[in-house]
DNA sequence: ACCGTCACG
DNA sequence: ACGTACGTGACGGTT
């Protein structure tokens, strides 16, 4: 039995391009709509096996509609260039996927696809037409069903006669009636005027056709009568312009739209041109049809303890190694084993034999710092193994590390699509042999066996080829000296843990509990009743509707109530004050009380948290598991969160380090601007002397607001400035915040050089980097799309800044820990918090880490103008200010 | 899984 | 006319 898909190609690409954000790949292409086409076809395929397939463009921009009503399709939009980029990737696709295409020129894709709707059903083949124009419903039949896509793309709906019938209560036919009078914008169809779908029907209902209409219009009452009367030649010329044309001169045979399946190797090729990863892994292509280096068969050896003493003997060889760890946070984490190659085969031993008496020539070697093999998320593996005692040292390379650095925006950084990016093969998706969420579970030894045994091989072939890589886009020094070096050290701070004084804690949890209370008490009183405050719908509700206080901003699912809402409702109502104080309080208690509470380890009685090295765009560090780069310090009442924060040692103190504006020196010396290097050299406040200099005073003339209007405008320069953001921040009109910064830059002309020259780099380039090299694309910097082009622009603007900054604590990092070491001082690092060093310090050390770690930072790298860090201590976090 | 909100630099 | 300041993570509620 045959079955023929037809689609409607244009129709598609359009609505998958409007359904779906726009998605680039790495060289910037547009491939939101190719990757909704995609996802559709593969559906179709499977779910309708179909024999033969065809799909139709419009061709031409002049059809032969357009010799009998010269405005069709008049009044649309340009096909955006975003959109246009795509056909020819869309018809290079479905070559790939072996569809046949057709156009022809002067006419539509429907009237192609009415044409051989009208042959199948004269030769009875079963058709579905898929398309997102509802018109396309006329050329229903008993062989030919009609899908509808619905909202979005992946879902369609299925039309045939009898379907219509129920919805719309006409014959197939009849729908060209409905379009006659009802008109369509899209189009520019006119129809009748006044007439929509629900008019058309009744009349269709009552007269069956348009000419029926027309002929009775005499029956209709007062104005419709008059409506019809004056527009019956348009409704006439409707009807003919919306009607398919089912004659096309073509030849088209059935044989020509055969479809026999796709061809792997030409499809996977192109689903790597177009990045589309999700599909490649789920299409489970062949290493040779993703046109990866073939993975040659790989034998993987079990290692039991009756095989650890033979196994340790080849340990010498071994290039590469990887350490299996189950679970989000290192430090709970479960370390399965670990796989060894050693360029010929696979070695997997499970954790028990490794920690085992036959084990402890595997556990020397792998904390031999001596020896040289690659790895991939060395930082994780360190953390889980230093838990069951195991030392990791001697990763010189980490893939995870490499990847990240080479684009740090890329969605996820799983070792089997770095090695896929790099064309690597071999390597299934943990997912896939795994499992997610709920339905996680180990395999069976032997799959696990090969599994991991791949993870180690695969390390090994995707090693060099990052290293050239790194070495081509100039972040070689980078990776080995600064970020490979900084994993270890971020494992040594996180394993040590800062300690917490639970019991403190648990007491500001109390008395927190108490206001809580006696807040809530006040807010449902003063609201009439009872609800949940913690749900911003129920809070809305009683706010806006219940109180009738006036909305003033909406967010996507209903009214907004966030604390620039409730600051301005303030004065309105007494409950809004309460609820600003709720809201403070229970934040601190769910996060910071109970939050922290649960974090602290039972045998440490430490926090130890653990810092993302592969997660933000600019080369920061990120904490979880808890994040202690967002501990309170604003308001006092978070602030004394941080005195349960305590040195580990007694009599020990914490001492704290922070960069005083490192984001505007780098700001001063990558722009070379001359007032603002002149202005750091003298170590002046530097928003005081913006303020000095933009609002023209001397310093004794500038009060309180000049100094936090140019402390915003700032803020705006670090940020990719925008009269928007200011106006928003400052709380001033947007012309107000235009002449700021207009003012800004007048004064700091190498600023503005700098903006504008980074962009244009950005531009060329299609990526910008920081001093040490660091390096983020920015695909979307020349979007035809205002909001996105503008993203990339301040992105391109921010992200030298605040990676550059990124790469200096980084560098002071890496360079303090040495110290410390090599001088065998007892004070330990624990924490950093983007331009912040926290540290725990002996009585006896005191004095001599107060000298050095703000002399190291300031010393980390060399600009032209002076770093400066300051330096205080106390008994805890909270008095180290 | 996503949203709104809010904590930090 | 558009509508956003840059970078993160965690929580509770909702779907």
């Known amino acids: 039995m045959s079955k023929l898909i037809l689609i409607d190609g244009n129709s598609i690409a359009n609505r998958a391009f409007y359904a779906l954000p726009l998605l680039t790949n790495s060289s910037g292409l547009h491939t939101n709509a190719v990757y909704g086409f995609t996802t559709m076809l593969l559906k179709l395929i499977e779910e309708q096996q179909p024999t033969h397939f065809m799909v139709a463009f419009d061709a031409g921009k002049v059809t032969f509609r357009h010799k009998d009503y010269k405005e069709y399709k008049g009044g649309r939009a340009k096909t955006p260039p975003e959109l246009s980029e795509q056909f020819p990737l869309l018809k290079e696709l479905l070559q790939a996927f072996g569809i046949t295409q057709f156009e022809l020129e002067g006419y539509e894709a429907d009237d192609i696809i009415g044409t051989l709707t009208r042959q199948a059903d004269e030769q009875g083949i079963n058709v579905l037409v898929v398309t997102g124009d509802k018109d396309m419903l006329q050329l229903a039949s008993p062989q030919v069903t009609i899908a509808l896509t619905r909202k979005g793309i992946s879902e369609v709906e299925l039309y045939d006669p009898a379907a219509i019938e129920e919805k719309y209560g006409l014959k197939p036919l009849q729908i060209i009636d409905l379009k006659g009078l009802m008109g369509d914008s899209s189009d520019n169809i006119p129809g009748i005027p006044g007439v929509g779908e629900k008019t058309a029907l009744k009349l269709l209902h009552q007269y069956g056709s348009v000419e029926e209409v027309l002929a009775h219009a005499d029956e209709l009452k007062g104005k419709m009568q008059e409506k019809v009367k004056t527009h019956a030649e348009d409704a006439r010329m409707s009807k003919e312009l919306a009607t398919i044309f089912r004659e096309v001169p073509m030849e088209l045979t059935l044989d020509e739209m055969a479809y026999s399946g796709s061809e792997g190797q030409a499809l996977a090729s192109m689903f790597q041109k177009l990045e589309f990863k999700s599909l490649l892994d789920k299409m489970d292509f062949t290493a040779e049809e993703a046109g990866e280096e073939p993975a040659e068969e790989l034998e993987c050896q079990w290692v039991d303890t009756s095989a650890a003493a033979a196994f340790a003997d080849k340990l010498k060889t071994v290039s590469a190694i990887y350490v299996e760890v189950i679970g989000d946070n290192p430090h709970y984490a479960e370390v399965v084993g670990i796989s060894f190659y050693d360029g010929e085969t696979a070695y997997y031993a499970p954790l028990d034999v490794i920690l085992s008496e036959e084990g402890a020539p595997i556990r020397a070697w792998l904390s031999d710092p001596s020896k040289k093999v690659a790895s991939y998320d060395v930082h994780r593996a360190d953390v889980a193994l230093s838990w069951q005692g195991i030392e990791l040292r001697g990763c010189s390379f980490d893939v995870q590390l490499a990847g990240y650095l080479l684009d740090p925006t890329e969605a996820s950084h799983t070792l089997a699509a770095i090695a896929s990016k790099f064309s690597v093969g071999g390597l299934k998706e943990d997912e896939a042999v795994y499992g997610k969420g709920a339905k996680f579970k180990l395999p069976d030894s032997e799959t696990l066996n090969n599994h991991l045994g791949r993870k180690a091989e695969v390390i090994a072939r995707v090693t060099p080829v990052l290293e050239k890589a790194l070495e081509d886009s100039e972040m070689a020094k980078l990776f080995h000296e600064l970020e490979l070096p900084l994993s270890a050290v971020l494992a040594g701070m996180e394993k040590q843990g800062i300690l917490v004084h639970s019991e403190e804690l648990r007491t500001l949890g109390v008395e927190l509990n108490e206001r809580i209370q006696d807040l809530m008490k006040t807010i449902y009183d003063l609201a009439g009743g009872e609800f949940n405050i913690n749900s911003p719908k129920q809070l809305g509700e009683v706010l806006f509707d219940k109180l009738q206080l006036p909305v003033i901003k909406k967010t996507k699912t209903g009214y907004s109530t966030d604390a620039e809402v409730l600051e301005k409702l303030a004065s309105r109502h007494e409950i809004v004050q309460h609820l600003l104080n ?51 310090i604003r308001l006092e009442e978070g602030r004394k969160i941080r005195k349960v924060f305590v040195p580990s040692e007694p009599g020990w103190s914490i001492l704290a380090a922070d960069y005083s504006q490192i984001e505007l020196r780098v700001l001063a010396h990558i722009s070379q601007d001359e007032k603002l290097m002149e202005a750091f050299h003298h170590n002046m406040d530097i928003h005081t002397k913006t303020a000095m200099d933009v609002f023209g005073v001397a310093e004794e003339d500038v009060d309180s607001n000049m100094r936090r209007s140019a402390k915003a405008v700032n803020f705006g320069i670090v940020y990719g400035i925008s009269d928007y953001g200011l106006s928003q921040n400052l709380d001033i009109t947007r012309a107000e915040a235009a002449r700021f910064i207009e003012q800004y830059f007048s004064v700091f002309q190498g600023v503005r050089r700098y903006m504008e020259e980074i962009v244009m780099k950005a531009r060329k380039d299609g990526f910008v980097t920081t001093l040490l090299q660091r390096r983020r694309y920015l695909p979307e910097i020349n979007a035809s799309n205002y909001n ?64 050095l770690v703000p002399e190291m930072m300031e010393k980390a790298i060399n600009l032209d103008v002076p770093l400066r860090a300051d330096v205080s201590c106390g008994r805890n976090w909270y008095e180290a200010k």
Request: proline fraction near 3%; aromatic fraction near 6%.
């Open 582 to 632: 709720y809201r403070q309080l229970a934040k601190l208690q769910s996060t910071y009380i109970e939050g922290l509470l649960k974090e602290v380890n039972e045998q440490t009685g430490k926090i130890h948290t653990y810092y993302k090295q592969t997660i933000a765009a600019t080369g920061r560090l990120s904490s979880q598991y808890p994040n202690l780069q967002n501990i309170p």
């Open 788 to 851: 996105l082009r503008s993203f990339a622009e301040r992105t391109a603007m921010n992200t030298p800044i605040q990676g550059t900054a990124a790469d200096i604590i980084k560098l002071a990092m890496v360079q303090i820990a040495d110290r410390l070491k090599r001088e065998k001082l007892a004070s330990r690092m624990l924490l950093q918090v983007h331009d912040e060093l926290v540290f725990e310090v002996p009585d006896n050390e005191l004095e001599t880490m107060k000298q």
